[in-house]
């Protein structure tokens, strides 16, 4: 029997082992290497003897003369022969970034396509080599000849860029692979030995030992790394194309004083100021779903357009190449010749922190660059970071990054973490059970000036950092925007989309306030115009909003035309899409509610409508202060900080600055004030804040109230107002948002948690933690005592309602209402139906409390989005009034469609048909659904728009009434045609506010005269009387005693014996 023996084979898999015996031949020699690396058949690989591939071993069946322990090579013949084979399984862990998320994000899952980009594939069949003149002291040959002193030089020559102005810190990556092929002496098809970085054990390791922490070995078990700074970099100069969309883009920071993230859409091209660059140039910013504050951004992913956006960007001939973030701090003691402050960016700050440093890492891990000469078929990464920051001078500057491929593989086996108090220092993660960790190394020079290595705890991270150089094009440089950021005709800019906090809307509005900027011009006469057609619509922000909206979509389908005539700048192209059905049916459907804007065939005509702006269209309420009133001027006394009505409309609850107030709704539309704090102020404790009230709540009519104080706004206090005494005082660790009542339960809603406190003793029942971020502290309460449900946001990104049994402390159903956050929600009274609003405001729900079943579902309008401010049925559950921050207060009647009169079916939609003709043929279903909600039965059209409001409805004298109270403390009361709706009669008007004692003026209110302004009624008012045509109502100064009615029983059962006394704090999060 013949001897067995080793014999190695290396390849760029690594090397293997194969048993061999001097009887075997070559060709199984190929048959036993094919089948130990798992590859195809032998005709797609070469072994060699020799490193050097000169000695190939041929496919014959001549016996073998090898030695124990020789080595052979493995070649291939094609491209990424192992890869294929691992295509199928090759899954790359998620790197989770420092976000806010609501699911895991995935990284990549899907196989690699080896095709390389554009300007890799340019820069391939480029030589490279730098031409050098003939030096005439040096050089004594003809001029067609060449010598050591004349000849190219390459391009990675440290001498050449040492000596460039500016010297050149990096080597561009192309060049860089040239100087590998040099030093193994290859030609350039086949690999330079790129091989990525990985700092995790492999799993299922081929010796068979048990995972780790059971079982580790070397070949499984990462190397130690020794961290180097990276000579050369994937991006070597950063360019936008023009300064507007970065203008734009500060914009945000200017008006809120927030800091934001963006993505920055671009291409990669061939950049002559490095030998073999590669330069980024920067086309648009997109601005993704986020929660900005003055000192910290968290992205909110996954980001439900972020495929649009791509898909978009795609077929424009663009891509996402990188992220761009402000860290801007504004120079207030302006001791700076520049705006803002210098406090990073050089070596005496930082450059990148370690959690933006951690960001980047996973950017560039999600967007590989791919690379034929990698046996990974990728290497490293071209994806940028821009940072926006104050340089030395106090001057905005843009500074650009990379992050080293050895980053990368720290971020993608997450073992690198920041610090809690160094920014400039990051920390590498300890070995534990659940992970193994190598050790990772940095050198430095100690006070001898000789070299150590340290263990990297902590990091330095300028061994991470690349910089690249970052500007704009020059005077001198001729370049043409792909997007209409530089046309001079625009001047009010589509809005930029997620700025709902900087009251920039996206809507039918925006839309049409953009358009009437183009309807002078006939886009059909290419000569007649400034300005191309291509300037109409070459705006991502605005192709987005074509695709996302709720009204008219778009699909990709309809937009392709319209795509590949932008991308090729085809005025023809565009003019000729703009003639088709789709087009011009949105125009129509905008002109429905905007006459002003016409569009006749193919032409824009002027309009002379006023609302022409010179910045978008913001929410009118945002010109209101923060305390609900519209005149900056008021005393502050006369501000209005809250209004509450209780849960059946027979009271309303006031808060203002100094003093909060109750008042009684009684019958003959009459409005008493019951209580103010300034004239019965609370007696046993007199050193507690009672004014400055911003929450108030009042259980029916009884004389429980909970009361909430800018002063304090983490104690509730519960009180009782009609004998001055506190019963009791609860502290929590955060801001409380909202204070909700009913017979059985007092809910406290914090940011992210709510508590559930039994009324009878105040204790608490049940706390829901980890809500989603809840920072407006919406939630309801249904006040019916069999369905106690709770109500409350269940999403941060969508408009879900999570329902919570406040009786059984069980969750409920979780109902999908909306597909954008929510806005407002209100119970009816048998707490069944619960009524839902997005802030959008456009669309308006019905949903079964009990099963979650969509019952009704309303449009409040088309073009208009809409911030809703209070929603409320009516006792008998027929009718819901939603308010806004329009004028308009809209009322809609709850019957079923088979319930409707034929004549209420046949109205606005099929106006609508009429008007579009033959266009309405192409609506699509989406927008054919629009005109089929149903509309307000209602209205009432207040006197301005933007004032905040809080509305309850209730049954007098057999007459449906709406209230309104706004936040100018001004009441007002319509009567309800419950047979015919339309615009409701204004009946009575009450001055919440008692100015003074002047006996001689008085108030006179004529229904539905809308010339009749809040500020002509801010006058000097004795005894505050209402008049209306044929009666007078007052509005006492004086306390008076409220009325008990029959069926509130609960009054008799909060007598003072009955009240709970002081119980113990609150555990947790409430001390």
């Known amino acids: 029997m013949s001897k067995i023996f080793i014999l190695r084979v290396q390849s760029s898999e690594g090397t293997k082992r194969i048993d061999w015996t001097a009887q075997d031949t070559y060709k199984k020699l190929y048959e036993k290497v094919a089948n130990i690396f798992s590859l195809p058949p032998s005709d797609h690989f070469i072994l060699y003897r020799e490193q050097n591939k000169k000695s190939p071993i041929p496919h014959s069946s001549i016996k073998t003369s090898f030695r124990h ?7 291939s013949e094609q491209d990424n022969l192992f890869l294929k084979e691992k295509n199928s399984s090759l899954t790359i862990k998620s790197d989770k970034p420092i976000v806010k998320s609501s699911s895991q994000p995935n990284f990549l899952s899907k196989s690699i396509d080896n095709k390389e980009d554009d300007v890799d594939l340019q820069l391939d069949k480029i030589d490279g080599r730098i031409p050098r003149q003939q030096d005439p002291r040096l050089c004594h040959h003809n001029r067609h000849g060449k ?30 692979i040239r100087k590998l092929q040099n030093e193994i002496s290859s030609d350039r098809n086949t690999l330079a030995g790129l091989e990525n970085i990985s700092c995790s054990i492999k799993d299922q390791c081929s010796t068979g030992h048990a995972p780790w922490p059971k079982g580790v070995c070397t070949k499984c078990q990462p190397n130690p790394m020794t961290l180097m700074r990276q000579p050369y970099r994937h991006v070597d100069n950063i360019m936008f194309e023009n300064g507007n969309m970065v203008n734009r883009f500060l914009d945000y920071w200017r008006s809120e004083g927030h800091q934001r993230i963006g993505f920055l859409y671009g291409r990669y091209e061939v950049y002559d100021g490095v030998p073999l660059g590669v330069r980024a140039v920067i086309t648009a910013i997109y601005e993704p779903p986020q929660e900005t504050s003055k000192d910290s951004v968290e992205l909110i992913v996954p980001d439900p357009h972020e495929d649009i956006v791509d898909e978009l960007a795609y077929c424009l001939g663009i891509r996402r190449i990188g992220w761009i973030f402000t860290d801007l701090i504004p120079d207030d003691k302006r001791s700076g010749a520049g705006p803002v402050i210098h406090h990073r960016g050089n070596m005496n700050t930082f450059f990148l922190t370690a959690q933006e440093c951690i960001m980047a890492g996973w950017f560039q891990n999600k967007y590989l660059n791919k690379c034929k000469y990698s046996p990974d078929g990728y290497f490293g990464s071209k994806f940028i970071t821009v940072v926006v920051t104050g340089d030395a001078s106090g001057q905005i500057q843009f500074e650009g990054y990379q992050v080293s491929n050895q980053c990368m593989a720290l971020v993608k086996s997450e073992i690198l973490f920041p610090t809690f108090d160094a920014p400039e220092l990051g920390y590498i993660k300890e070995t534990s059970s659940e992970q193994y960790v190598p050790d990772v190394y940095y050198k430095e020079k100690d006070c001898y000036n000789n070299e150590i290595m340290k263990i990297a705890r902590p990091l330095p991270l300028e061994y991470l950092i690349i910089d690249i150089p970052t500007g704009f094009p020059t005077a001198n440089t001729e370049i043409q925007s792909t997007f209409n950021d530089n046309c001079s005709i625009i001047i009010t800019p589509f809005c930029i989309e997620n700025r709902t906090k900087t009251s920039e809307i996206q809507d039918m509005d925006t839309l049409a306030l953009y358009l009437q900027q183009f309807a002078e011009i006939d886009i059909t006469k290419s000569n007649s115009k400034p300005y191309k057609a291509t300037d109409l619509l070459a705006d991502l922000h605005l192709l987005l909003y074509l695709v996302v909206n709720d009204i008219f979509q778009f699909s990709m389908d309809q937009l392709n035309p319209l795509l590949y005539s932008l991308r090729t700048n085809d005025l ?3 003019e000729t899409w703009m003639k088709g059905d789709h087009w011009q049916t949105l125009l129509q459907l905008i002109q429905i509610e905007l006459p002003s804007l016409s569009s006749s065939d193919n032409q824009l005509t002027h309009t002379d409508s006023e609302e022409q702006s010179s910045t978008c269209r913001s929410s009118i ?20 900080l809250t209004l509450t009505f209780n849960q059946d409309c027979t009271s309303l609850a006031m808060g203002t600055p100094n003093t909060y107030s109750l008042f009684t709704i009684g019958q003959e539309n009459k409005i008493d004030e019951i209580h103010d704090s300034e004239i019965q102020p609370l007696i046993n404790v007199p050193y507690l804040p009672y004014d400055s009230v911003y929450i108030i709540e009042r259980l029916f009519s009884s004389s429980l109230i909970a009361l909430v104080s800018n002063q304090a706004p983490r104690k509730l206090k519960v009180c009782h107002f009609r004998r001055g005494t506190e019963i009791l005082s609860y502290s929590f660790a955060n801001t409380i948002l909202a204070v909700k009542l009913n017979r059985a339960r007092l809910i406290v809603c914090l940011e992210e948690s709510i508590y559930i406190h039994n009324m009878r003793d105040m204790k608490v029942l049940h706390t829901i933690r980890d809500i989603p971020s809840n920072r407006d502290g919406l939630c309801a309460l249904s006040s019916n005592d069999e369905n106690p449900y709770l109500a409350y946001p269940g999403s ?21 209402a909306h597909e954008s956050t929510l806005a407002a929600m209100a119970f009816d009274m ?4 619960i009524a839902t609003a997005s802030n959008k405001g456009t669309v308006i729900r019905i949903h079964s409390a009990i099963d979650g079943s969509r019952l009704f579902e309303f449009r409040r309008g088309v073009r208009r989005v809409a911030t809703i401010y209070s929603l409320s049925f009516s006792p008998d559950s027929m009718f819901l009034a939603a308010s806004s921050n329009t004028e308009t207060i809209h009322i809609f009647r709850l019957i079923y469609q088979k319930e409707k009169s034929s004549e209420e079916t046949s109205s606005w939609a099929g106006t609508f048909s009429r008007l579009l003709g033959d266009v309405a043929y192409y609506l699509p279903k989406q927008t054919s659904e629009v005109f089929t909600q149903d509309r307000a039965f209602a ?4 006197q301005s728009a933007g004032m905040k409001t809080a509305i309850a409805m209730n049954i007098f004298d057999k007459t449906l009434k709406l209230f309104v109270a706004g936040y100018d403390g001004v009441v007002y009361i319509y009567e309800v045609n419950t047979n015919e709706g339309g615009e409701c009669k204004q009946i009575s008007q009450y001055l919440l506010f008692n100015f003074s004692q002047n006996s001689n003026n008085q108030q006179t209110v004529i229904a539905n005269d809308r010339r009749n302004s ?11 009387v209402s008049r209306n045509e044929s009666n007078t109502v007052s509005l006492s100064s004086k306390l008076t005693n409220e009325k008990k009615s029959d069926d509130q029983l609960y009054n008799t059962a909060l007598q003072e014996q009955n009240f709970p006394g002081l119980p113990s704090p609150p555990t947790g999060d409430d001390e």
């Open 147 to 176: 010598c050591l002193n004349c000849i190219p030089i390459e391009p990675y020559d440290e001498e050449y860029l040492k000596n460039h102005n500016p010297p050149i810190k990096h080597m561009s990556f192309q060049a860089y």
């Open 830 to 833: 048998t707490g069944t139906r």
């Open 939 to 942: 209205t009432v059209h207040l």
């Open 621 to 640: 309420g945002s010109a209101n202060s923060g305390d609900g009133s519209s005149d900056s001027t008021v005393p502050a006394q006369y501000k209005v």
């Open 796 to 816: 941060t990104i969508t408009g879900e309602v999570q329902m919570f049994d406040t009786n059984n402390l069980k969750p409920g159903i979780i109902i999908s």
């Open 1014 to 1024: 809040l500020d002509e009624s801010r006058q000097i008012y004795s005894s505050n």
């Open 572 to 574: 023809s192209g565009v």
């Open 69 to 75: 322990g020789d080595i052979i090579y493995l070649v």
